[in-house]
């Protein structure tokens, strides 16, 4: 497992970005895959992006539509989130997870997939 911690979040205006971090610490946080998932009152946590542990692959919640981007720094053990295009339903908590490199696709997007988690960064948008 690694020590995964969140940044960035906060409150911003339909339309507007933030960007979030997570910084990972631990003796493997560079050979895993990192994900985000994001969870909003009332609802289930949700798959929204990840990223393999080289940076090549990235996958994407349907969802996401070409709003947000993932990418990571491993020199920085540093996984990042770009949100653009934000609107009152991207409002939730947001999580960053990492597991071992994932021999499947299908298992970028489970959520019981991954060993660590961050405690989440709160991103509010409001309309």
């Known amino acids: 497992q690694v020590q995964l911690v969140e940044s960035g979040g906060g409150l911003v205006q339909t339309g507007g970005s933030l960007r979030l971090s997570c910084a990972a610490s631990g003796r493997t946080s560079s050979t895993y895959a990192m994900g985000w998932f994001r969870q909003a009152p009332g609802k289930e946590r949700e798959f929204v992006a990840a990223i393999s542990w080289s940076g090549s692959y990235t996958y994407y919640g349907d969802f996401v539509k070409g709003r947000f981007t993932i990418s990571r720094d491993n020199a920085k053990n540093t996984v990042y989130l770009q949100l653009n295009s934000l609107n009152p339903e991207d409002t939730a908590v947001y999580y960053c997870?990492?597991?071992?490199?994932?021999?499947?696709?299908?298992?970028?997007?489970?959520?019981?997939?991954?060993?660590?988690w961050g405690r989440g960064t709160q991103v509010t948008v409001s309309s």
């Open positions: 997870a990492g597991q071992p490199q994932p021999y499947h696709v299908s298992d970028y997007k489970v959520s019981g997939r991954y060993d660590s």
